[in-house]
């Protein structure tokens, strides 16, 4: 069946190292991803997005590598603070066409930086 | 910075009861939906709304749940008569088309 998937529930990291968080997808026709953060108590926080036409995107601290061929999301963060201590979300941007699109969200990942 | 609010933060009622969570999404935004996070789970998405009409729902948007736009600045999720499976965080989200969706903080309802 289709789902969005991550392949682990927990990272812990030190302080100044880099964070890898990985996601599968299994639909090949999805076209957009994105990446939530989501702290204790708060709604998801948009990170980054990637649209299918694009391999790598760049942001502040934080790169979004998608492989198509094996159907992989990844999201990096350098030099990883405690305050990106949270659970992080990849999310699929799956709608039934048009303008109509919903959000399906992976299990998450808990990563926590180790001061 | 523009942001999504909801009301209240923390809903309690007893089981049969009608609830409205209430929702202001960001002011120039098109698109609104409502996801719901049961503990320790996932988001998941419960319905989208645009040009005052529901344009997709999942199978958990029964008939007790609907959505309302009754003004230029509120979006609302009814559900008629509460379960106790209904205990979740509930999330607004906005976005201006097919991007970035600005969720709000969430409002935490207990069903007793």
């Known amino acids: 069946g289709e789902s969005v998937g991550l392949h682990l529930p927990t990272l812990s990291v030190q302080e100044g190292d880099n964070s890898i968080i990985n996601c599968a997808y299994s639909n090949s026709a999805s076209d957009y991803f994105i990446w939530y953060k989501q702290e204790s108590g708060k709604g998801p926080q948009f990170i980054i997005d990637i649209r299918s036409n694009m391999d790598k995107r760049q942001g502040q601290r934080v790169t979004v590598l998608l492989n198509k061929t094996v159907k992989h999301l990844s999201l990096q963060i350098a030099a990883t603070q405690p305050g990106d201590s949270a659970v992080y979300f990849c999310a699929e941007n799956r709608g039934s066409g048009g303008s109509n699109y919903k959000l399906t969200f992976g299990k998450g990942t808990l990563l926590t930086v180790n001061p | 910075e523009p942001e999504v609010t909801?009301?209240?933060?923390?809903?309690?009622?007893?089981?049969?009861q009608e609830v409205i969570l209430r929702c202001v999404p960001i002011s120039?935004?098109?698109?609104?939906?409502?996801?719901?996070?049961?503990?320790?789970?996932?988001?998941?998405?419960?319905?989208?709304?645009?040009?005052?009409?529901?344009?997709?729902?999942?199978?958990?948007?029964?008939?007790?749940?609907?959505?309302?736009?009754?003004?230029?600045?509120?979006?609302?999720?009814?559900?008629?008569?509460?379960?106790?499976?209904?205990?979740?965080?509930?999330?607004?989200?906005?976005s201006w088309a097919s991007d970035e969706q600005f969720f709000g903080p969430g409002t935490r309802l207990t069903v007793l």
């Open chain 2, 6 to 16: 909801q009301t209240p933060s923390h809903q309690v009622t007893q089981m049969g």
């Open chain 2, 28 to 94: 120039n935004h098109l698109y609104f939906y409502w996801y719901r996070q049961i503990l320790g789970q996932k988001v998941e998405f419960l319905v989208s709304f645009y040009n005052n009409e529901i344009s997709e729902k999942s199978e958990i948007f029964d008939d007790q749940f609907s959505v309302e736009r009754p003004d230029g600045s509120n979006f609302t999720l009814k559900i008629r008569s509460t379960k106790l499976e209904d205990s979740a965080m509930y999330f607004c989200a906005s």
